[in-house]
């Protein structure tokens, strides 16, 4: 039975040996549809890992915060030929921090199999190496940009951090990491932790735990300006 099958795409290393295990490049060589969150970019990916169609006679399905479900109804009729279909997140796991969930939920309530690979994902790598509660966290994509705004939610992810011993993570825009990190290291309690994990995967990857305090001190000697970044509270 053909099957939705969900691609991680790396994050940053260049070296695709280790993002991509040779099981996920099988399955990907087997599938003629994708559906994909910008074209230009899974093309080159595609084209990176050394997909073995031609990549013009491939059929791409755009899946983006911008889709409506009315527009999806037709993605997975490849699966009902017998084709497999593939998604690709923009970068790490398809569905995490990513709106591939949409088509997902429409393949289960069809009874498509629904088959999730290994590969990176920012979120967890970030979480691994920062020492704070990997048995209880949360993801909150972006605080709000507004400065009052993201103090107010800064307040509130440190104390359900302190609270419940729960670490919470978020991302940010690259050209405000470093507004976010001081940001991070004025409003919060001098004791508080504070992870931040940057370039993951790639030879420049740092993973850093301070507190508040130390930050505040130290986030000088950090530049995050345009690098992705994972930032953590945690207790």
Not at 78 to 91: N, P
Not at 196 to 209: G, H, I, K, S
Request: proline letters at 6%; charged letters at 20%.
């Amino acid at each position: 039975m053909a099957r939705l099958i969900l691609f991680p795409v790396p994050i940053g290393a260049d070296d695709i040996d280790i993002s991509l295990p040779p099981y996920n490049k099988r399955l990907l060589d087997g599938c003629h549809t994708f559906i994909v969150e910008e074209l230009r970019s899974a093309r080159r990916f595609l084209k990176h890992v050394g997909y073995a169609h031609a990549i013009d006679d491939t059929v791409f399905h755009l899946l983006n915060e911008h889709t409506s479900p009315a527009e999806i109804t037709h993605y997975l009729d490849a699966i009902d030929r017998g084709e497999d279909v593939g998604l690709l997140s923009e970068a790490g796991l398809p569905c995490v921090a990513d709106p591939g969930a949409m088509v997902t939920r429409m393949a289960q309530r069809r009874g498509v199999e629904v088959v999730p690979l290994v590969g990176p994902s920012s979120l967890m790598l970030a979480l691994m190496a920062s020492g704070l509660n990997g048995q209880s966290f949360a993801f909150h994509g972006y605080l709000p940009v507004k400065p009052h705004e993201r103090t107010a939610a800064i307040r509130q992810l440190e104390q359900l951090a302190l609270r419940n011993g729960q670490t919470q993570l978020f991302i940010e825009a690259p050209y405000r990491n470093n507004q976010m990190l001081s940001a991070l290291a004025e409003t919060c309690h001098p004791d508080t932790l504070i992870a931040v994990a940057c370039d993951l995967t790639l030879p420049t990857q740092t993973v850093r735990t301070l507190t508040a305090a130390q930050w505040r001190s130290q986030q000088a000697t950090l530049n995050l300006h345009k690098r992705n970044t994972v930032f953590l509270i945690g207790a």
